[in-house]
Nanobody
Framework: QVQLVESGGGLVQPGGSLRLSCTDS????????MGWFRQAPGKEREFVTA????????YYAESVKGRFTVSRDNAKNTTYLQMSSLKPEDTAVYYC????????????????????WGQGTQVTVSS
């Protein structure tokens, strides 16, 4: 069983940085690719970034390339989202999610392949 718990959200000024963490309390973390999505009020959930089970491949939405970095520590069952140069439009609830490693990594931008989701953590970028 996979149980994902996010942490690290909060209020940050424009241009600031924040690091989100997502920890799996189960024992099967390496069987899953991990993704980060976000949802702003009144908008659909959107893809942010993803990382394959081994950490060897990553994907980013164009809107966050060069500002966000995804990583994972399989020994700690944790994936991280380092966010820098934050903008007000980055304000959203951020969710981590797990997709079985059998899926092609090229599908990781779609919510349809993710079968476990965290509860979400609020990120607010405002002065």
């Amino acid at each position: 069983q996979v149980q994902l718990v996010e942490s690290g959200g909060g209020l940050v000024q424009p241009g600031g940085s924040l690091r989100l963490s997502c920890t799996d309390s189960g024992r099967t973390f390496t069987r899953y690719h991990m993704g980060w999505f976000r949802q702003a009020p009144g908008k659909e959930r959107e893809f942010v970034t993803a990382i394959t089970w081994s950490g060897g491949t990553t994907y980013y939405a164009e809107s966050v390339k060069g500002r966000f970095t995804v990583s994972r520590d399989n020994a700690k069952n944790t994936t991280y989202l380092q966010m820098s140069s934050l903008k007000p439009e980055d304000t959203a609830v951020y969710y981590c999610a797990a997709a079985p490693s059998g899926y092609s990594s090229t599908r990781l931008t779609s919510t349809s392949v993710y079968i476990y989701w965290g509860q979400g953590t609020q990120v607010t970028v405002s002065s």
